[in-house]
């Protein structure tokens, strides 16, 4: 259970994936998967629909198992654990669609993730009026139910909720997705602000900008393994990578 | 000054509704209403956490009131009544959880299908175990003094208890409401029932609420069983069968998962049938209304008490088909847990199963042949009711084992062939076959509209549509004479000797002593007035309709294989496995789900038509909604998908019956017990053994869903992987939801 230190004597590992085989009954997705999140680090995972983004998260938080390889957090194996468990180690997901309950208030939906939410580490523990001081819209409506609120509010709720369950990594799927282009920017500014009070971000998205923008490195996911590693730069100028993996122009 | 308060509200209720609804039915509809209301709440919100259809809910209202009635006996009414509320629904709340624990908990992950199984197996267990420990003659419940007698006001006279029911269960149900809303507890249950594997992302075990959740829930139907059955003064076996589907109306109506929905609606259904419909309403005079439209309203309105039990399956129909949800639930998403068929491989191959058939037909085919050397003279008689029934199961095994839609109605089809026939030979001609032509195709008929509504649901739903239409005949079934002697009345079509001479489906009692031809307009034979001597034996009458049974089981049989073998068939099995590949392939689901529907309605006709034949009497109980449920037993029991498994298992069943009741099974250990001195002992345990023979086959069967729900047919494979009585684990989803993707 010590702290991995990374090779280069830099940052703590806070997630480390290795040679992780993962999918849903016989279909396999991922195929020798590894990826690693240092402290307070932003690392963005892009690539095409179908490239197991999505799977990916779902096996580090637990709602998949692993048919091989581990995924350690913070030095410890936590491969074989379930949705439960990861949370109250501090692992936090932000889900595609929000999963934001409907017919509970805002303020409802914040109290729940209270009550779950991280026991071991207490050092992000954000309390709910302190989420509230950070969304100004969310804290205008707190009594109104969660199927009131637009798209945005929604992300931004569902991002406060992983904020006050303690969250100390945050995995967040495609939290752009359906959003106009000037709440983009917000959402983008929201990841920024939470990745300074120390929380590490995995970042899962379409929007090869948004990652760009964001991320201090980048992981191109195709056909379930990681074909390239770098940082935001090296990627912007790898052309061959972005059309071969991404089809994209910048 | 408090008196003072509820006079007045009094008044001004008595002066509002004078008109229409007099206070003294309001009062008893309110009084039912929160009977209501805490028996729904509990299943509806064990139904919106865990996606568990619980029809072992009726059980534990009626322990309820058996404990209480255990209580109050020594006690006495004063303070034995005050222990029995506390006391009761603590006991029965502990079953909820062992229940919940030991039975519900290793179904998570499976279809919510099997729960429905599942409960319905405890509901044989329990409802035999309540005639075991307190017998089947009525139990006393005495309530204090205080809690009894008039109580009068505004001039008139009600009952003190009707208040005490609806102050206390008002602020039960308001405890309950508020636990939901304010506490910790509450909102992790509310949010389980909109999204489990959210809350489960945010870290809490909501798995560790399900036995809370099951045992309050409990507990609230324990208390409902208790304060209404103290008010009738007496509890009587079989209450829970006779309100669970009232309760499971209402938890539809008020939307599935929905608290709020299950207040609303059981206090709804409860002025709808006792201060509307039981009572009837008088005429509309509206001012500025003229007569001849408000005419056709009150001519329904007045038709209300006649249909008396029937209004509340109509709206139940009408909210699944244009709003499933009901009033106030959300949207339910099935969980895709898989529906687990039979399987085909082990040691049996396909063409040594088929002589393994054949052989079994040869069998059949000799058994009354040899009827004289039968241990019992009922084996005829035993195995035909097991093709029938075994008929039954294949009709059904078509819709459910090859689309994946469970239907709770089957009874329906079954109560059609009865009936209809029955009628045929009571009232117009004794032909046999013209008797089974009309009810096919009456049959058939209603099962393409049954499942035009039913077709559009989904799952649960689908389930609950099919046992809402099931009720709608089965309670038609003792009013349709009533309607048919006020038409006759009311026409000239008929003379007023007809109408008294009317009997369509005799009421409450059935249609007894018909007797039938095989022939066509009088031109034909008897059974009786046939004999086909072999040797030492005669085959006439029943013998001979033994014969006619066999080969219609065996001909249908061969008819719906050909049928699933057929382009068809290949249809309906892809959309068992998936109905989007379907769907884009270019066929419609739909169409092909109501074709099945219909093949299988039409072949439970048969099974029904059969059935009349055989025992030449018809009552109601051919429709209630026990004979859906033991159906779709049998199927599970032999393992569905297969065909051939459903009769198995129709087979399995009666089998066991006859074991259990004809003492076969204890003659051994009672002649061993004689030996030593303890023969009569075993002899009353074999006596109630063979009378609570459910309790046996109710436990078999949970056992079965728990431990082997591919059923019998895949007992030969099991063999083979040597995994005794184990279902195979790989082919539960990995993911405990079910899976979304």
């Not at chain 1, 009954?25 to 197991?52: C, F, K, M, P």
């Not at chain 1, 996911?221 to 074909?227: H, L």
């Not at chain 2, 029995?84 to 998570?108: D, H, K, N, Q, S």
């Amino acid at each position: 259970m010590s702290p991995t230190v990374a090779p280069d004597g830099g940052r703590e590992v806070v997630l480390s994936v290795d040679g992780v085989d993962a999918g849903y009954g016989e279909t396999q997705v991922l195929r020798d998967l590894s990826l690693s999140v240092e402290e307070g680090e932003i690392v963005s995972l892009v690539g095409r629909n179908g490239a197991g983004k999505t799977t990916t998260l779902r096996t580090i938080n637990g709602i998949l198992t692993p048919t091989a390889g581990t995924v350690s957090y913070r030095g410890e194996d936590i491969s074989g654990l379930d949705q439960t468990a990861t949370a109250k180690r501090g692992i936090s997901l932000v889900p595609e669609e929000r999963q934001i309950f409907p017919e509970l208030s805002v303020m409802e939906n914040l109290r729940l993730a209270e009550f779950g939410g991280a026991t071991d580490d207490a050092a992000h523990s954000v309390s709910v009026d302190e989420a509230l001081g950070m969304f100004e819209n969310l804290a205008e409506r707190t009594d109104n139910p969660g199927s009131s609120l637009s798209g945005g509010e929604q992300q931004m709720l569902a991002i406060a909720r992983a904020l006050v369950a303690g969250a100390d990594l945050i995995l967040l799927d495609e939290p752009t997705e359906g959003l106009a282009p000037y709440i983009v920017q917000d959402v983008m500014d929201i990841v920024e602000d939470i990745n300074e009070r120390g929380i590490s971000v995995l970042l899962v998205e379409q929007n090869v900008h948004v990652g760009l923008e964001l991320a201090d490195r980048n992981y191109v996911i195709d056909q379930g393994r990681i074909v390239w590693e770098g940082t935001s730069e090296e990627l912007e100028s790898n052309r061959a990578i972005l059309d071969r993996h991404l089809g994209v122009s910048v | 000054m408090y008196a003072g308060t509820i006079q007045s509200m009094l008044d001004v209720l008595s002066a509002g509704t004078a008109s229409f609804i007099s206070v003294q039915e309001l009062l008893n509809g309110l009084t039912v209403g929160m009977v209501y209301v805490l028996l729904a709440s509990g299943l509806s919100v064990i139904f919106g956490v865990m996606h568990v259809i619980n029809f072992a809910h009726g059980e534990l209202y009626a322990f309820g009131a058996y404990f209480a009635a255990a209580i109050v006996t020594p006690l006495g009414g004063g303070t034995g009544f005050y222990v029995a509320l506390v006391v009761a629904p603590l006991l029965v709340g502990v079953m909820g959880v062992a229940i919940e624990r030991f039975t519900v908990r290793p179904l998570y992950g499976r279809d919510p299908l099997y729960h429905i199984l599942l409960t319905f197996g405890l509901v044989l267990v329990l409802n035999d175990l309540i005639k075991l420990i307190w017998g089947t003659s009525p139990r006393r419940i005495a309530r204090p003094e205080y809690l009894t007698g008039p109580i009068e006001m505004v001039g008139m006279t009600f009952s003190r208890y009707s208040f005490f029911i609806i102050g206390f269960g008002g602020a039960l149900a308001l405890g309950v409401w508020a636990l939901l809303k304010y506490t910790r507890y509450g909102l992790i249950i509310r949010a389980g029932a909109q999204d489990r594997r959210m809350v489960r992302n945010l870290g809490i075990s909501i798995d560790r609420y399900y036995s809370l959740v099951f045992g309050m829930g409990a507990a609230l139907a324990a208390v409902a069983g208790l304060i209404f059955t103290a008010g009738r003064g007496q509890v009587v076996p079989g209450i829970g069968f006779d309100i669970i589907i009232s309760a499971f109306v209402i938890v539809v109506l008020g939307g599935l998962g929905s608290f709020r929905g299950a207040v609303v609606g059981g206090l709804g259904v409860g002025l709808l049938q006792e201060s509307i419909i039981r009572p009837g309403v008088p005429d509309l005079q509206l001012p500025l209304v003229p007569e001849n439209v408000l005419a056709p309203v009150n001519m329904v309105l007045g038709l209300l008490p006649q249909l008396e039990g029937m209004v509340i399956f109509v709206l139940m129909i009408g909210v699944l088909i244009f709003r499933p949800r009901g009033l106030f639930g959300t949207e339910f998403e099935e969980d895709s847990g898989e529906l687990l068929t039979g399987s085909s491989g082990g040691f049996l191959t396909d063409s040594g199963r088929f002589k393994l058939g054949i052989a079994m037909i040869g069998l059949l085919a000799l058994v009354p042949l040899g009827s004289g050397m039968l241990p019992s003279p009922l084996s005829v008689r035993l195995i035909m009711t097991m093709l029938t029934w075994g008929l039954f199961a294949l009709a059904l095994d078509f819709i459910m084992g090859y689309t994946g839609l469970v239907s709770l109605g089957h009874a329906l089809f079954w109560g059609i062939g009865a009936y209809v026939s029955g009628t045929v030979l009571f009232n117009f001609t004794e032909s046999a076959f013209v008797a089974a032509g009309v009810a096919l195709l009456v049959g058939g008929l209603v099962a393409w509209i049954v499942g035009y509504f039913s077709i559009r649901v989904h799952g649960v739903y689908f389930a609950m549509i099919t046992l809402a239409f099931a009720e709608l005949f089965h309670t038609s079934l003792t009013k349709i004479d009533g309607w048919a002697v006020g038409f006759c009345e009311t026409t000239p079509v008929c003379s007023a000797e007809a109408a008294r001479d009317i009997q369509l489906t005799g009421g409450s009692e059935g249609l007894f002593g018909f007797s039938s031809y095989w022939g066509l307009g009088g031109v034909g034979v008897e059974l009786e007035e046939i004999g086909i001597f072999l040797g030492p034996v005669t085959l006439t009458g029943d013998l001979l309709l033994y014969y006619i049974i066999l080969g219609v089981v065996v001909a249908s049989f061969f008819i719906t294989r050909r049928m699933l073998q057929s382009p068809f068939g290949a249809v309906l099995k892809g959309i068992r496995e998936n109905e989007q590949r379907v769907r884009f392939l270019g066929y419609d689901p739909t169409v092909y789900k109501r074709r099945a529907f219909v093949v299988s309605g039409i072949f439970a006709t048969l099974a029904g038509v059969i059935f009349a034949l055989n025992e030449s009497f018809v009552s109601p109980e051919a429709a209630e909604w026990l004979k859906s449920g033991e159906v779709v037993v049998m199927v599970i029991l032999g393992g569905m998908g297969t065909l051939f498994g459903p009769i198995l298992g129709a087979f399995t069943f009666f089998g066991l019956e006859a074991l259990l009741q004809e003492e076969t099974l204890f003659g051994p250990f009672i002649w061993a017990g004689s030996l030593v001195g303890l023969g009569g002992p075993i002899e009353g345990v074999s006596a109630t053994v063979a009378e609570r023979w459910r309790l046996f086959l109710g436990s078999t069967f949970v056992l079965f869903v728990v431990f082997l729900p591919r059923g019998l047919v895949s007992v030969p494979e099991l063999v083979q992987q040597r995994v005794p009585t184990r279902f195979d684990p790989t082919n539960v989803p990995a993911d405990p939801e079910g899976g979304d993707d």
